[in-house]
């Protein structure tokens, strides 16, 4: 019986929607032989209750681990997470720059020169996120100009 119940939520049903309570009834029938073999008192209806409110609160808790993880548990974590990103896009962006200066048009190269990295990296996460933003306009420019120009020159 429990082999069929593990076949039947394996194969038939998935271990997704065992993670979302939908389990096999196979498994009611299975703890309902134990109760008998053993001569156990433990009601099998409200053992798949159980298994599932198991399953829900450890989900929940694996989901909140990885918010955690990802974005920081505290308003502070996160916060400096969240830099942390912008950070990494900024020196991207300017290591991609001094690696081509073909990055952006010309007349964007204005967005680099007026500070250094470092100087750049300390300045307030809106500001940041502003010049990303400009940065990725620029870049969207070039790209829209180097589709015209290979269609007109086709």
Known sequence: MLTAAYHE???????????????????????????????????????????????WSYTKNLWQHRNEFIHGSTPEEEATKLLAKLHDQVSYHYAQFSRDPTYILPRHHHLFPQRTLQDRLTLSYDHLQCWLRSVDEARNILSTQEAHLRSTSS
């Open 9 to 55: 939520q394996f194969y038939d049903l998935g271990w997704y929607h065992c993670s979302l309570g939908q389990i096999s009834k196979k498994w009611h029938q299975a703890v309902e032989e134990y109760n008998r073999r053993d001569n156990l008192s433990l009601d099998s209806s409200s053992w798949a209750s159980s298994l599932i409110q198991l399953f």
